[in-house]
T-cell receptor
Framework: GNSVTQMEGPVTLSEEAFLTINCTYTATGYPSLFWYVQYPGEGLQLLLKATKADDKGSNKGFEATYRKETTSFHLEKGSVQVSDSAVYFCARTHSGGSNYKLTFGKGTLLTVNP | GAGVSQTPSNKVTEKGKYVELRCDPISGHTALYWYRQSLGQGPEFLIYFQGTGAADDSGLPNDRFFAVRPEGSVSTLKIQRTERGDSAVYLC?????????????FGPGTRLLVL
């Protein structure tokens, strides 16, 4: 079936540190891949996405590349800020027709200290 | 523009009671999804509507859960004979047809607590 495995947290970094959150997915079909972010007290927001192999999604300094050969979509940021503190979810779409239901990873809590 | 809205934002009920959770998608979005997020977990798919019909209800945990979308816009998730294990945040998301149809926009969720 479809599944997503992401790095367990929590992750604690100092401001301006480099961030990587690993995400791998099961290689069934041709999914689109996403990173969603949930800031404290807020709803899920789309951070970035990639719809096919070798695509790179980017937003707010975050990047992730769709790697079919390693079935990965790791999230990276070169210099994190305190305001990046949030829970990050990796997700993939179901493969089939117009049904784009998402399968999510368990989430990774990131805390950035000043 | 207006995003996805959900009401109520919080719901406290007693075990065995019936609850209804409402989702108002982005105007014009034909696809609507319900998810459930338990504490410390990622959201889990419940049901998908395309227009008025439930195209995929494979995520509903049992027959106490039901959802409708009679006019292809607002959707209501209904839970009968609630159990403590139903306590979670219920999320609704919508998406449009066309180029970005794989991108879902989420509402703020309804936090359900069953005592």
């Amino acid at each position: 079936g479809n599944s997503v495995t992401q790095m367990e947290g929590p992750v604690t970094l100092s401001e301006e540190a480099f961030l990587t959150i690993n995400c791998t997915y099961t290689a069934t079909g041709y999914p689109s891949l996403f990173w969603y972010v949930q800031y404290p007290g807020e709803g899920l927001q789309l951070l970035l996405k990639a719809t096919k192999a070798d695509d790179k999604g980017s937003n707010k300094g975050f990047e992730a590349t769709y790697r079919k050969e390693t079935t990965s979509f790791h999230l990276e940021k070169g210099s994190v800020q305190v305001s990046d503190s949030a829970v990050y979810f990796c997700a993939r779409t179901h493969s089939g027709g117009s049904n784009y239901k998402l399968t999510f990873g368990k989430g990774t809590l990131l805390t950035v200290n000043p | 523009g207006a995003g996805v809205s959900q009401t109520p934002s919080n719901k406290v009920t007693e075990k065995g009671k019936y609850v209804e959770l409402r989702c108002d998608p982005i105007s014009g979005h034909t696809a609507l999804y319900w998810y459930r997020q338990s504490l410390g977990q990622g959201p889990e798919f419940l049901i998908y509507f395309q227009g008025t019909g439930a195209a995929d209800d494979s995520g509903l945990p049992n027959d106490r859960f039901f959802a409708v979308r009679p006019e292809g816009s607002v959707s209501t998730l209904k839970i009968q004979r609630t159990e403590r294990g139903d306590s979670a945040v219920y999320l609704c998301a919508s998406s449009s047809l066309g180029q970005n149809q794989e991108t879902q926009y989420f509402g703020p969720g309804t936090r359900l607590l069953v005592l």
